[in-house]
């Protein structure tokens, strides 16, 4: 069970505008010194996507529109798969090994029934995600990491998600749960915000530590 207390709705798009990758919310105690983090920039070579492990988690708040026609709801079941949601469209439609859908992040169960909006949601994606930033900790652990689709074009026609994945606060880098954080954007104006609390299947790809790096 994850502990945590949320603002009112306005205040945590607020918090969510002023600071997208830390939390006024989740402070780690004085005493749980935080590792320094590095930035991916330094790193040889691009992160590999492929390699990141499942996220599987509870939406614990969403606020707004999912500019889809079955919005999540709070409490629903949620499995991240990154390395499939950065694949490319095609791929996922022609993979019959799969169970990732091109073009959406799902959440709660799939059902054929009528009721199956009281089960399932989904939040549309314009593209395959990209990684924008990676930042990890000194030793080489993952701390956090920013993945981005979009769709260019002109002011009513932008469409973006951004995933923010954050190690919890006060876990330390080998901490199990992360928090994600899935901004929704069109025609350049926030529409919708999702709060996601999950546990790591498996392990988040290192790298070098900053000293073997130099």
């Not at 969510?16 to 919310?25: E, M, N």
């Not at 996220?55 to 614990?60: A, D, F, K, W």
Request: charged share 25%; proline share 10%; with cysteine.
């Amino acid at each position: 069970m994850f502990h945590d207390t949320y603002p009112l709705c306005q205040t945590l798009l607020l918090l969510l505008l002023l600071a997208p990758t830390g939390f006024a919310d989740d402070k780690a105690p004085p005493e749980a010194k935080q590792p320094a983090v590095a930035d991916s920039a330094g790193s040889d070579s691009p992160p590999d996507i492929s390699s990141f492990p499942k996220l599987n988690g509870t939406l614990t708040e969403f606020v707004g529109h999912s500019i889809g026609y079955i919005p999540p709801r709070k409490g629903m079941p949620v499995v991240l798969d990154l390395a499939e949601l950065s694949r490319p469209f095609a791929d996922l439609q022609h993979d019959p090994k799969t169970k990732q859908r091109a073009g959406s992040i799902e959440f709660g169960v799939q059902r054929d029934d009528d009721q199956n909006f009281e089960h399932y949601g989904y939040i549309p994606i314009p593209g395959p995600l990209v990684p924008e930033d990676i930042h990890y900790y000194d030793n080489g652990e993952f701390e956090s990491g920013r993945f981005v689709a979009k769709t260019e074009g002109t002011a009513d026609s932008f469409h973006r998600v951004t995933v923010d994945v954050n190690r919890h606060p006060g876990n330390g880098p080998n901490g199990p749960t992360v928090r994600v954080w899935i901004v929704i954007e069109t025609g350049n104006r926030t529409r919708g915000v999702a709060v996601i609390d999950c546990e790591i299947e498996g392990e988040f790809p290192s790298q070098k530590p900053d000293e073997e790096r130099r």
